[in-house]
């Protein structure tokens, strides 16, 4: 029998079989339901095409950029490479021409001179072959083709060390990304992610040689750093290339920057324990 049984004596027999807890029962199942993870964010979602007008050829013309307000930070690597979920950003921050081939990273895109628009249309725009982009995204191949528009450009017009020096950083930061997404897949070419490393070296010395150049050279902020950011990262490079007399000085001078962040300070503490680690293991 059950708790509600005589109700058929008061007309209400076809409630006798109710369940007292149904809505309760109801309401923990749901609870125990799993819920769905929400959607990754996919690269075609985070960028759109902004229009740009060429300072070397005049022509109107658009280039994909990131909406930096709808990609999510997952953080920065040792060399403050900043990593967002569903995207590399660094494949979006070339700007290139279509017409004449002028490129350069977006912070620099509209600093051209007359004389070096000049140079730019003599020695590269009169032969360069331009490839036509008609993807929804930016492969990573020609996001780095791209980069070496922007880095021949640099050297075209005799631009500043930092301009060069930042581009090389970006274009190793690219060539990481690069490796990375291979490396996410089954039975990847090992060969090229070898030969990717290599070439991310190669970009990330230069990188370093040009920033150190350009720490002595000019005035800050250098490409939107300040001393303390350029330092730090100056002295991350010196690591990488053993030059750990470089790296110790630079570091200390982070640590002890009055105006500097906790989070830097501390990036610098373990770098420098980082690089006492290795002297002792020499």
């Not at 780095?144 to 005799?158: F, G």
């Not at 630079?250 to 002297?279: C, F, Y």
Request: proline share 3%; with cysteine.
């Amino acid at each position: 029998m059950g708790i509600f049984s005589g109700l058929k004596r008061l007309g209400l027999g076809n409630m006798e079989e109710m369940e007292l807890f149904e809505a309760a029962e109801r309401e923990e199942a749901r609870k125990k339901t799993p819920v769905a993870a929400p959607p990754k964010p996919q690269e075609k979602d985070l960028i759109y095409d902004r229009s740009f007008v060429c300072p070397v050829c005049d022509s109107p013309f658009t280039s994909k950029i990131m909406k930096s307000n709808k990609a999510r930070l997952l953080g920065t690597d040792q060399d403050l490479r900043a990593r967002y979920e569903g995207i590399d950003a660094v494949k979006y921050d070339v700007v290139m021409c279509p017409i004449c081939g002028y490129a350069a990273l977006i912070r620099f895109f509209t600093n051209v001179t007359s004389s070096q628009a000049k140079l730019i249309r003599e020695k590269i725009s009169q032969t360069v072959k331009l490839t036509v982009y008609n993807d929804e995204i930016y492969s990573y191949e020609q996001a780095m083709e791209r980069y070496k528009m922007a880095l021949v450009n640099a050297v075209v017009k005799h631009s500043r060390a930092s301009e060069k020096a930042y581009i090389c950083l970006r274009s190793a930061w690219l060539l990481r990304g690069y490796s990375e997404s291979l490396r996410e897949k089954e039975g990847y070419d090992e060969k090229l992610v070898a030969a990717l490393a290599v070439q991310e070296n190669e970009f990330l010395e230069n990188a370093y040689k040009g920033f150190a150049e350009a720490r002595q050279s000019e005035m800050f902020p250098i490409c939107g750093m300040n001393t303390v950011t350029v330092d730090y990262l100056v002295a991350v490079l010196a690591v990488r290339f053993k030059d750990y007399g470089v790296a110790t000085k630079l570091l200390s001078a982070v640590i002890t920057a009055p105006g500097a962040s906790m989070r830097i300070k501390d990036r610098a503490r373990d770098m420098k324990d980082q690089v006492a680690r290795e002297l002792k293991a020499r």
